[in-house]
Nanobody
Framework: QVQLVESGGGSVQTGGSLRLSCAAYGYMYITFCMGWFRQAPGKEREGVAVIVTRGGSTYYADSVKGRFTISQDNAKNTVYLQMNSLTPEDTAMYYC?????????????????WGQGTQVTVSS
């Protein structure tokens, strides 16, 4: 059983940066896909970025390309989301999630383990 614990959220001004962390406990590499999602009030959960744990391939939503970077530290069983040039539109609860495959990485239903979430608030 994999457990995921996010951290690193907070409040920043427009143009600021944050780095989110997702620590995985358990047999992380039974899962092959680690994703970051976000959900703003009244909106659907949105896939932001994903990393294939074996090989390190990454994919991003168009809305964050060039601003966000997903990475992993295998020794620490941790996945990161570096977020730069933040705007108020990035305000949301951010979740990390684990899945056995990345084919449908933008679909929340493809993930079987979720963290508790960490809040990101960007003010103008």
């Amino acid at each position: 059983q994999v457990q995921l614990v996010e951290s690193g959220g907070g409040s920043v001004q427009t143009g600021g940066s944050l780095r989110l962390s997702c620590a995985a406990y358990g047999y992380m590499y039974i899962t092959f896909c680690m994703g970051w999602f976000r959900q703003a009030p009244g909106k659907e959960r949105e896939g932001v970025a994903v990393i294939v744990t074996r090989g390190g391939s990454t994919y991003y939503a168009d809305s964050v390309k060039g601003r966000f970077t997903i990475s992993q530290d295998n020794a620490k069983n941790t996945v990161y989301l570096q977020m730069n040039s933040l705007t108020p539109e990035d305000t949301a609860m951010y979740y990390c999630a684990a899945a056995r495959g990345c084919v449908y990485w933008t679909r929340p239903a493809a993930y079987n383990v979720w963290g508790q979430g960490t809040q990101v608030t960007v003010s103008s």
